[in-house]
């Protein structure tokens, strides 16, 4: 089963339910008469996201789908694969990946590395040899997102193991 972090942006709307409201705040006008304000409420795992700071509705339905599936990734947890996927494989090369926090498959990566990280009971060596990486690359992975660090700290403790010093 995929992870609903790496859905497709249609099918993840598909399974949320959208609220649109009004939100204070600077921004003129346009934005205290209109309905810009977008939240996001994934039905299946009731993780939820919202945007409200920009004036077009467009825009703000853009941050919080892409807010959404962070917290997906961070939040949620599905049984680890086996083996890498193929959007890991792809952005992994010579043990080194390649992505910015800001990528539309970040989130996707970021939750296939803590899957694997809480099968491996949050051992950092044992998930990146799973996921084909160096520990430290998996580390800076995790790093880009203050989120992702803090479920990765959180999940080391859950397993009795002392927290890492961010990279």
């Not at 339905?61 to 962070?70: D, F, K, Q």
């Not at 959007?87 to 990566?109: F, M, V």
Request: proline share 8%; glycine share 8%; with cysteine.
């Amino acid at each position: 089963m995929s992870h609903p972090a790496a859905l497709p942006i249609a099918e993840l709307l598909r399974q949320c339910s959208e609220i649109r409201t009004r939100r204070s705040g600077p921004g003129g006008q346009h934005r205290n008469k209109v309905e810009t304000a977008v939240g996001l409420a994934h039905l299946p795992t009731r993780v939820t996201a919202e945007a409200s700071e920009r004036r077009s509705q467009a825009e703000n339905r853009s941050v919080a789908v892409a807010r959404l599936r962070l917290k997906l990734a961070v939040e949620h947890r599905e049984p680890a694969a086996g083996a890498p996927s193929p959007l890991w494989q792809s952005r992994c090369r010579g043990g080194r990946l390649t992505i910015a926090a800001t990528h539309a498959d970040y989130p996707s990566l970021v939750a296939e590395a803590l899957d694997q990280l809480a099968a491996a009971t949050g051992d950092l060596g044992t998930a990146a040899v799973l996921l084909g990486v160096t520990p430290s690359q998996l580390a800076k992975l995790l790093a880009k997102a203050p989120a992702a660090w803090t479920a990765f700290s959180r999940l080391r403790g859950a397993h009795g193991r002392p927290p890492l010093a961010r990279p």
